[in-house]
């Protein structure tokens, strides 16, 4: 059974800074991508950030230049290295992962979320 779970999350101050880490255990195979998104009181769900197998990433362009995601050398293990944090930064931050399986396409999985607080 696929796992991610989440951690890193908690409370900042604004201008300051948090990793998330999301290790992905439970397939044999590496996912395709594994994004980071965020969940607002009252606003949409919205991407922040995601990787390729390949490292190409992609981020939504209010955290560009202050987020950054990397993968780790095993690839099942994703990162968001969040800098200068704001009070609009503040939300539950999911991570998720697309994985291929031959004969089977693409799945969707889902960590449990870990929230951020940017607050003095």
């Known amino acids: 059974q696929v796992q991610l779970v989440e951690s890193g999350g908690g409370l900042v101050q604004p201008g300051g800074s948090l990793r998330l880490s999301c290790p992905v255990s439970?397939?044999?195979?590496?996912?395709?991508?594994i994004g980071w998104y965020r969940h607002a009181p009252e606003k949409e769900r919205e991407l922040v950030a995601r990787i390729t197998s390949g490292g190409s990433t992609n981020y939504a362009d209010s955290v560009k230049g202050r987020f950054t995601i990397s993968r780790g050398n095993a690839k099942n293990t994703a990162y968001l290295q969040m800098n200068s944090l704001k009070p609009e930064d503040t939300a539950v931050y999911y991570c998720?992962?697309?994985?291929?399986?031959?004969?089977?396409?693409?799945?969707?999985?889902w960590g449990q979320g870990t929230k951020v607080t940017v607050s003095s």
């Open positions: 998720n992962a697309v994985i291929t399986v031959p004969f089977r396409g693409p799945s969707d999985y």
């Open positions: 439970g397939s044999i195979w590496s996912p395709d991508t």
